[in-house]
């Protein structure tokens, strides 16, 4: 703790390790898979007398290597079912081999159709046959740009940022999104994916078999050198890896070590707001809008500024543990069945976890693992209740109620504004919500001019309808439908905005509108 009781500032690698939690779970991995990667990658790269520069390199790709993970997820989500153990499974597979991916691909998409009747699901496998192909492009593509514009907010170097962009090429070159080869994929690049690999075939086969299917994909996926390297010095380079502690890694990463201030860590959680909030078109914009609005109500409640900036932060924080949970169930039209239920109420569970290891970040999880708590114990994920829930933790829950319900959601439309404060007043009334809290969100939300939106970038009205419907998930036909434009009008305006905001990728447009606010409830 510093002088006013408070924990120190903390450092990025803090950040970025506690991030690389949330992708774990977002891709179906143990947690701390990312913190084992690091270590093995960072033992890999000494091995071969890499530079301290480079050194760097490697340590922040192991860490921030899925931070743009949950762009397109939904694409993923439509086409596979469940997201999250297709990326698990997609990740054993040698994704040069044609047959291995088309067997996993196959099985997914039968899966995912298994409901339907039989002709329905030939239908079903064959259309999605056909899209997957664009659908993974599309969704690593987008991958990669959204890592990389999410490490340049974080502080982090061109060249950090240049390596991101390249985390699914391949040393044979059969690789996305560039089809770079050899030596023209950066060093710390091909460590980490080989790590990564490693760490995630050794989970499933073990090390032995492990050790042949390196050597199997040796000089396609894999630089031979490293592969033949590893295999040589296996013994060493796994020695306790699966003991790695964060605390290990946090030792690892090489000086100097970046230290936030106050804005930069405000930028931190932003960061990490956005990242959670891409995985569902419906959560778009939804953290940044709950962090405002839990930060006024904490100030009319009397809080204190530090305690107020504390509630914002984790009013961005939030919802960081729904990467845990399939984005089919976020995106279900239908009520959740008991199964799908009792996984969307872990959410707030995962984030509290993701959470709690930096101090700095803590005293935000406290607050986040009670975010849907309710003061007769009928919430979760705990069943607290009274006073064991913190003034802070009473207005997030109030301020969440009330966000959830003016923005539309797959299984109903918004409600309006008086109808969610006549249901947030219905709630205090009977013992759900705090009474004080409700009237502080409903002062801060009831009295509030709407914001104005200003044209950015160069934007016209009608550019920024359709960059709105783009990170709505929506397709380019739906687009027309709902503009009222023909197809090929939208697609002249899509690519008049992805050339004046500077993307290439529509997970890249969806982060660009929730950066500039122009999504959630309007």
Not at 5 to 16: F, Q
Not at 230 to 239: I, M, S
Not at 293 to 318: F, M
Not at 323 to 341: C, F, H, Q, T, Y
Request: proline fraction near 4%.
């Amino acid at each position: 703790m510093n002088a006013t009781g408070r924990p120190p500032s903390p450092r990025r690698g803090e950040i970025i390790a506690a991030i690389s939690l949330a992708t774990d779970l977002a891709i179906g991995q143990p947690v701390e898979y990312a913190l084992r990667s690091c270590a093995l990658a960072m033992r890999l790269a000494r091995m071969r007398g890499l530079n301290l520069p480079t050194l760097a390199q490697v340590y922040h790709q192991a860490l921030l290597r899925y931070i743009g993970c949950n762009a397109e997820t939904h694409t993923m989500a439509a086409l596979f079912g469940d997201e999250i153990a297709f990326r698990r499974d997609f990740a054993l597979v040698d994704q040069g081999r044609a047959s291995e991916v088309g067997a996993l691909v196959l099985a997914y998409l039968r899966r995912a159709h298994a409901d339907a009747g039989a002709l329905q699901m030939i239908a079903g496998v064959v259309q999605g046959l056909a899209a997957s192909k664009s659908v993974a492009r599309e969704g690593l593509s987008s991958h990669c740009e959204v890592a990389q514009r999410l490490a340049e907010r974080l502080g982090f170097s061109a060249e950090v940022s240049r390596n991101l962009g390249q985390i699914y090429e391949r040393w044979d070159g059969r690789g996305l999104p560039n089809g770079l080869k050899g030596d023209a994929i950066a060093p710390a690049v091909r460590i980490v994916s080989f790590a990564q690999d490693v760490i995630a075939l050794a989970d499933a086969f073990g090390l032995e078999a492990t050790k042949a299917k390196v050597l199997g994909r040796s000089g396609l996926a894999y630089e031979p050198g490293l592969a033949e390297g590893f295999v040589a010095n296996v013994e060493a380079l796994t020695d306790r890896i699966d003991a790695t502690t964060w605390e290990d890694v946090l030792a690892l990463e090489p000086e100097p070590h970046a230290v936030l201030d106050e804005a930069a860590f405000d930028e931190a959680c932003l960061a990490m707001a956005d990242f959670a909030d891409l995985k569902s078109p419906s959560s778009v914009g939804h953290s940044r809008a709950v962090a405002a609005l839990a930060g006024e109500a904490a100030r009319r409640c009397g809080l204190p500024n530090a305690d107020a900036t504390d509630l914002e932060r984790a009013g961005l924080l939030h919802d960081i543990g729904q990467v845990a949970v399939p984005a089919r169930i976020w995106m279900k039209a239908g009520p959740l069945n008991d199964s799908e239920w009792a996984q969307a109420r872990l959410h707030s569970y995962f984030g509290e976890r993701v959470l709690a290891r930096p101090a700095a970040l803590a005293r935000l999880g406290a607050i986040v693992g009670q975010h849907h708590e309710r003061l007769d114990g009928s919430g979760y994920h705990r069943g607290a209740r009274g006073t064991s829930l913190s003034l802070q933790s009473r207005i997030l829950a109030a301020v969440e109620c009330y966000q959830n319900k003016i923005e539309p959601r797959p299984h109903r439309p918004a409600y309006s504004a008086g109808a969610t404060a006549e249901a947030l007043k219905r709630e205090a009334r009977e013992g759900r919500l705090d009474a004080d809290a409700v009237s502080a969100v409903l002062s801060a939300a009831g009295h509030a001019a709407p914001a104005r939106k200003e044209t950015l970038a160069g934007l016209t009205p009608r550019e920024i309808d359709v960059l709105r419907e783009i990170a709505r998930g929506r397709s380019t036909k739906e687009i027309a439908r709902s503009l009222g434009l023909s197809p090929k009008t939208v697609d002249n305006h899509t690519q008049s905005v992805f050339a004046k905001i500077d993307v290439k990728t529509r997970g890249g447009a969806t982060l660009f509108a929730i950066e500039r606010g122009l999504c959630g409830a309007s």
